[in-house]
Each structure stands twice: as C-alpha cells, then as structure tokens.
C-alpha cells in the first residue's frame, strides 16, 4: 500500500530554473559596480538590530526628520512646516530662480542620492526629489548657513524689507515661540509637559497664534515672565536640535545641501556653504575640545554625523593611519554588502594563513589579553589622572589621551542630556562605515571600564576629567556601561589606544609601582606622617652618624694605647739586651 505521508516528487523544469538563477546571479553580479562607485561615499545605513535594542530611542529624531528613513512619521508632524517656511525664505532671497530650477538640480542628482542609502527606499521619484529639497533648506537655514546673504549683491534680486522677512522666514523660534508664549500667558493658559522638555516645546511652538506681549509699564512683570519662557524655549529648540541633526538615520548627503546654495548664492558666496556650517556646528559641539584650527576646517564632509567625527576623532595620528580600515571589519563589510562571494576563493591560502598566524599569537605562552581597569585600580598602582588643559596654541581634539611617566590625560569630558544619543549614533557611523576606524568605539570601551562604579566616577570627577548634571554618580556609570552594550570591539585588534592601554598594564603590573603606591596612600598621604616619618629619618641618621664617630673614636684610641704598649716592649727589650 503507498504510503499516504510520502510526498510526491514533482517534475521541475530545469530550463526555466536555470534562466531564473542566471537572472538572479546577474543582479547580484551587477551591484558590484554599483558598490564599486559607493566605495568614495558614505552610506547612511540603520541602526544595526544588535546596537538599536539596547535603547531605541537614542536613534530616533524628537522633533525634525531629515531624510528617508524617518520621513511622514505622524510624531514628527507638528514641525514639517518649519521646512516649507525655511524654502519660502530661500525663494524669496533670490527672486530669479524659481522653484523649478531648485527641483531640476536635486533630480539630477537623484539616483546618487539614492545611492547613499543602504536600505531600499520605496519612495517614489517625486517624493524623493521634493523631501531632499525640504530638508536640505531646512539644514541650511537652521545652520546659519544664509546668514549675511539678504541684502547682498550677490545675485539677491529687490531689497526685502525687515517686516517681510519676518513674516516668511520664521524659522528662527525665537519670533514663533514668542507669539504663542504671550498669548498663552495672556489667556492665563498653563502648559502641562510633566517635565519633558521634548513635550513642552511642542506645546509652545504649536499654541494657536497671538500676538508677542510688548512690554510696559504696567505689565513689567509680566514681559519679564515671557522672555523667560521665550529663552527657555529657544534653549529647549537647540537642545532638541542638536540631538536631531547628529542621527545617524536622519542624514541626507551633504551635496545636496552644496547644490542648494550654489544656485542660490552662486560660485562666489563668501564665505561658502562649508565654512558657515562647519562654523555653527562648531558652537553646537562647544562643550567637546577640537584641534582643528579655523583655517583648517574641514571641507570634504558626507553628511553632519561624519562632521561630528572628523571634529572628535583623535588629531595626533596622521590621516593615512587613522582612515585605514582594519582587515577585519573591512571583510565584514564586504560580506555585508555581498561583494566578496567572488574574491574569498581567489584568496583562500592567504586567509588560511592568517588564521594559523592568530592562533599561533593566541597561544604562544607570553601573550595577553588586553584589557582596561577601573581608575581606583589604576590610582591604587600609582597611575595618577589629570585633566589636559585646552592651549590654544597646541589644541587637542576629546579623544587625545596621554601616558607617560605614570600620569595619564584625558580631556574633560562634559556629560548633558544629549550625550549618549551622540555617543551612541557615533560608535553606530563607526560600525556601519568601518573605512573611518574605530576610534570613538575604542574612546568609549575605555571609559566603560574606567568607570565601571560610582567610586570611579567621584575620583574622575575630583580630577576634573568629569563634569556631568545628573543627579548621581551610579547614573554616569549606568550610562557608559549601556554604550558599550553589544558593540563589537576587538580589544586586541589595532585601535588608537593599544600603546596606552598596554603601558598602563605594565604600571599596574609592576610590584614596585604597587608597593610605593600603597606606601604612599597608606602611610604618607597625612602630611602629619610625612613630618614624623622625615623626623624619624633624620634621628636615624643623627643616630647612626653617631654610632660612626663613636667607633671612630674607639677604634683611635684602641690605636693609639696599642702603639704605645708597642713602644714600651721595644724599649724594655732594647734595655735587656
């Protein structure tokens, strides 16, 4: 009898299947031209899955969605008219170049937009075109990049009057905010935000109109309590602003924005688009130390997340050294981008050898892992910590850390609300883009392990290398230990901080520096006891000084009766004789 739970083998048909697979082969085997052209840019990837879920949040923008991935996110809506705002600014600084010419340019450009975007976009042409229009005069007003072009010579058509900018261009909070505060507080209206800074500028800015309190006489108190709402509320727009603008997902290309200006401003705007960007974004990372100098700014951007890194990447290593890509994370890319199913068989025996070549550095006898400590660890073997102090005349960038003579620098690193989302999107760029190193991941692998309690926080924060504004130290410690949360990252690989991680390792390992360290904190941090133990020394000294001249006096006169005994035999033996 057949047996009923057989399945039954049907007939394939092996022509259509191997047209199919050649069809599919085909397609993979072409992108490897398209991946070939993408090698100069950057991709604008997401979040890896690993790296998002350990905070979600810290990836997505509050308030303003810049590209495709976040675009039409009904959270985001309240300020999608900001954009049109900032593009009715823009065609009214140059009257002669209409809204098609701005569309003309950005669809020129629009399959090497499209390039830069790892994941498929589904949006079509026409949304494409017009959210890169939208966003890019966004950035560039929002950065001050068309600051001192109303009223120039430099292809700006008809003097626009003062009241006319101020009712086109609004997109400077600051007259918005204003508006809805002083009718909020004239009807008397309280805002419930529940203390989140996020909700209560939401709240302000789209408050149905009115309009701003003047102040007078009889309402002094009153101004005064709207101008403290208004600078409030400006602060919250920058903060929120400064978290939005540095997501890895929420990038467009930077030459985009390039295009944008040029027709609007054209070859001969002084300073150019790069300049007035890289100078506000400057002021938004103030609290970090740069060691580029103003005539160096940098130029050759992809987008303001890779801005971000080139101000904070470490400045004393040359950039040949610090924008070589690592073997491994680099076949780990090309696997990802499916480029290398075509060279692994050319390059088997090299690969081979490299892995005999690991093993036999893994197990040879002298071989150690390297690994960071806690800073009270490192105090206690005698490793002092400073805080480097910024010279203008030899600058320093935050990543720039130091060893030598058992102290070790480090830049003072100022912890506020926007912190870990840019830390986090940072150590992101750096796994999605590995050409650019892993200088801020290895950065954040040592602060997580010199931090690892609240008692190492207090010391660095005694130091001054730690200034933050929250409420306890274990929080700081809390923070960094979630950054380097399932973040691949070879502490044996190459990284910036291999040569100082393992100096500091042979200082905590010496028995010497453990000894004098332990003699020092123990016994002479009281300078009481340095003063008796000096005190004890120098009665020791006086004490064996003077055991010395006893004996060299015992040991002369013991010399001078000898040689008299001496004498008096030679001379009775002579009178014998």
Known sequence: MENCGTSRVHPVDL????????????????????????????????????????????????????????????????????????????????????????????????????????????????????????????????LHGLDGLAGTNLNIVGQIEQSELNEICTVHIKSEVGSSVGDTMKNGTKMESDGDPELELCQIISHPGGSLVHRTDDDENEGCQVEDCIDKAVNLYTTIL??????????????????????????????????????????????????????????????????????????????????????????????????????LSSHAQHKENLILDKQSTYLHPNWKLNRWRRAVQYHEAGIKFNKKEYDKNKSHSLLDIRFSNGTTEI?????????????????????????????????????????????????????GIIVHEMRFDEEVCALFSKLGKNVDFDHNGNNYLKNVNQAMEEHYQSRINRWMAWLWHNHFSNPWLILAAVAAVVVLICTILQLVFALLAYLEQSGSETSLSTNSMQSSISNNS
């Open 411 to 463: 830049p003072c690193l100022i912890i506020d609300r926007n912190t870990e989302s840019l830390f986090r999107n940072l150590i992101a760029f750096e796994h999605t883009s590995p050409q650019f190193g892993n200088d801020f991941t290895a950065y954040i692998a040592f602060l997580s392990q010199l931090m690892s309690t609240a008692s190492d926080v207090t010391f660095l924060s005694k130091n």
């Open 242 to 343: 400064v978290h939005d603008l540095f997501l890895l997902e929420n990038q467009i290309p930077f030459f985009i924005l390039k295009r944008i200006f040029k027709l609007l401003a054209g070859n001969g705007a002084n300073p150019s688009l790069s300049e007035r960007i890289t100078g506000y974004v400057e002021v938004m990372l103030h609290c970090y130390p740069n060691a580029i100098a103003q005539c160096d700014r940098p130029k050759d951007f992809q987008h303001l997340l890779h801005l971000c890194h080139i101000y904070l990447r470490p400045s004393q290593r040359s950039p040949e050294v610090h924008t070589r890509e690592s073997r491994h994370c680099c076949i780990i890319h090309r696997l990802f981008l499916g480029q290398n199913y075509v060279k």
């Open 15 to 142: 022509d259509d299947l191997v047209a199919s697979m050649k069809n599919e082969l085909n397609l993979h085997c072409s992108l490897k031209g398209t991946i070939d052209k993408k090698k100069s840019r950057i991709l604008i990837s997401r979040v890896p899955k690993n790296i998002r879920d350990v905070d979600g949040k810290a990836y997505d923008p509050i308030v303003w969605s810049v590209g495709p991935y976040h675009n039409g996110m009904p959270a985001l809506q309240v300020m999608e008219k900001e954009k049109w705002k900032c593009l009715s600014y823009i065609l009214f600084l140059n009257r002669k170049i209409s809204l098609q010419d701005y569309l003309e340019i950005i669809g020129e450009t629009e399959g090497e937009a499209r390039d830069c975007y790892r994941e498929g976009l589904t949006m079509d042409s026409s949304e494409f075109i017009k959210m890169l229009l939208l966003d890019g005069c966004f950035l560039i007003a929002s």
